[in-house]
């Protein structure tokens, strides 16, 4: 019990020196992510050119996930909690899955779900490299049509005790038709609008990833920590307990002893 | 001087957050430049040297990747690196730009192996002339 205790302790102390750094990065790149989504949108909602492929709906069920995970258990329900939205966002579509991160691509494999790429399993290791090939890979199989839709799942960083599981649709870009009346704005684009899209899109798809990443990892760091907290109580309540019981056991067995020579005596 | 709301923002953090004069980024199709009351407009950003007038003075960023746009008057510089003058690292690029150029004068290196390398060089060379504008 004493050496469980220990190791838990001393992941904990891990998980929070990584937390700081990885809070740091998430933080950093925070605005970056968020204003590029929010610019997208913003172009997005007030065009009215809509020649694109990106920003027209399709009715095809063939949807491309990427799943952000962790590349080790031991963190709460971290994992799991991905998973769990993946499922459920994906229930009634032909899913492709993009994993990122160990854990997701082996749960992805024990139930049989093909996955596109086995080449980013490894979540910690990703740069902000991969995440525009990846992105380029993905605008590639989108504009052939080999899926209808881009979503990522990630874990979203609130702060240390709170991360909330999200599903964020990247493509196609495709406006909220309530929200189109009264914002509509005429916007020049540089050369032409279909310039700009091709080359922005694969650009907003990898900085949202990266994002996304980002977020995941600092959250995957935090709920590590809360659960090896939480674990080192335990054993601390477990130890506190069994000392306790052993001293009672003890204390049982002299007494006997002693009523036993006191008995014998007489 | 009128001045505009801009913001630069990288994956590394905020870069700018603030009131500017003036704008010049290279875009893809050539150097554009934006003042206040500029029309919305959107354009993919190039590889070269960004400048912003704040305060009648002009600092000098590398300015590679990504878009800037242009939506009811807030600017928004979005691009995949910036690095404002004095913070490029110089003997960083000028040791990249030599890794690329060894690659390119490989015979051996492969089509990707040098599309890579170009665009590395490119970066190092515009870091480098960016940086004796500090």
């Not at chain 1, 970056?32 to 990106?54: C, G, H, K, Q, R």
Request: aromatic share 6%.
């Amino acid at each position: 019990m004493e050496s469980t205790r220990q190791i838990t302790k001393a992941m904990e102390m891990v998980a929070s020196a990584k937390l700081r750094k990885a809070q740091n990065q998430a933080l950093a790149c925070r605005p970056y992510f968020e204003t590029l989504y929010a610019t997208i949108w913003d172009i997005v909602e007030s065009n009215t050119d809509m020649t694109s492929p990106y920003l027209s709906a399709r009715q095809g069920k063939k949807m491309a996930y990427v799943l952000i995970s962790g590349d080790r258990g031991l963190a709460g329900g971290y994992n799991s909690n991905v998973l769990k939205l993946l499922l459920s966002q994906a229930e009634g579509t032909e899913m492709t899955v993009l994993p990122m991160g160990k854990k997701g691509a082996d749960h992805l494999k024990s139930h049989g779900i093909s996955s596109l790429t086995e080449s980013y399993t490894h979540a910690e290791s990703i740069s902000m490299g991969d995440c525009f090939s990846v992105a380029k890979q993905l605008c590639k199989g989108f504009l052939k049509g080999e899926y209808d839709g881009v979503y990522v799942v990630y874990t979203k960083f609130r702060s240390v005790l709170s991360q909330t599981p999200e599903c964020l649709q990247l493509l196609p870009l495709q406006k909220d038709l309530e929200k189109k009346h009264g914002n509509c704005q005429d916007i020049v684009y540089e050369p032409d609008s279909e310039t700009v899209f091709e080359t922005i899109v694969p650009e907003y798809l990898g900085g949202v990833l990266y994002g996304a990443l980002c977020e995941s990892r600092a959250s995957e760091q935090a709920a590590r920590r809360t659960a090896m907290d939480a674990a080192t109580q335990n054993a601390q309540e477990m130890i506190d307990g069994l000392i306790l019981q052993f001293n009672r056991a003890r204390q049982a067995a002299i007494t006997q002893e002693i009523t036993e020579i006191v008995a014998g005596s007489q | 001087m009128n001045t505009f709301a801009l913001m630069i923002v990288t994956p590394d953090g905020v870069q700018f957050d603030g009131q500017a004069e003036e704008l010049v980024v290279r875009t893809t199709t050539g150097d554009m430049g934006i003042l206040a009351g500029h029309i919305n407009c959107v354009a993919p950003l190039g590889m070269g040297m960004a400048t912003v007038m704040v305060d009648g003075q002009k600092r000098y960023g590398a300015c590679i990747g990504g878009m800037v746009s242009v939506l009811n008057g807030q600017v928004k510089l979005v691009p995949t690196t910036f690095e404002w003058a004095d913070k490029i690292d110089l003997p960083r690029a000028k040791a990249s730009g030599q890794r690329a150029k060894d690659v390119l004068a490989d015979k051996s290196s492969t089509d990707t192996d040098l599309r890579l390398a170009e665009a590395r060089l490119k970066r190092a060379l515009i870091r480098q002339s960016v940086a004796q504008y500090k």
